[in-house]
């Protein structure tokens, strides 16, 4: 049974969210298509003094959705050229989100190479993300939700680790904030 994941469900501990959102489904529709794909790694930045967060530099306009409530999308542009996918969580104006890294794709949707999409570059791209996400909530009329399949996991397949990308952060790059499974 699918059900989408409604906004009470972002409003929750990070930590917790971002490991229960593992073997949940990022799902995409597009006019009659729709694409859908198992979330297989996570990533969390919580509060203003997580320094690998775009929030430690304050509220800006960047910034500001990570500020507003919980169950909205939070896409920006690295490096120039890659969006990364976040889903906003937590209380309104306490700043925390949860970077989407990759997923394994349904049997009808891959070429027999590439089962997983990995990389939140790579997931943005197939899943045809970019800035007109932002801002919006994770619902089915915005065409970008996240679902529950009833999928359920062995917790001891959930493994942690150092979150990616992030040595400028100090100490914070040493958080155990990443969630994946082995």
């Not at 997931?123 to 009833?150: H, M, S």
């Amino acid at each position: 049974m699918k059900k989408i994941l409604q906004q009470i469900f972002f409003d929750r501990p990070t930590l917790i969210i971002a490991q229960e959102l593992l073997g949940k489904f990022l799902v995409r529709k597009s006019g009659k298509k729709e694409i859908a794909g198992m979330i297989t790694e996570t990533e969390a930045y919580i509060g203003l003094e997580d320094k690998a967060s775009h929030a430690s530099r304050g509220r800006t306009k960047r910034t500001e959705v990570m500020f507003g409530n919980p169950g909205y999308w939070y896409v920006y542009l690295v490096y120039g050229m890659y969006n990364c996918l976040n889903i906003v969580t937590e209380r309104e104006r306490y700043p925390a989100a949860i970077l989407i890294r990759s997923v394994c794709l349904l049997p009808f949707h891959y070429d027999r190479q590439n089962m997983a999409v990995n990389g939140p570059g790579r997931v943005c791209k197939y899943f045809q993300v970019d800035k007109r996400f932002n801002k919006r909530p994770a619902e089915l009329k915005t065409g970008l939700w996240i679902e529950d399949r009833g999928v359920r996991l062995n917790p001891k397949k959930i493994k942690k680790g150092k979150r990616v990308g992030v040595d400028y952060a100090r100490s914070w790059k040493n958080k155990h904030w990443r969630f994946y499974l082995e």
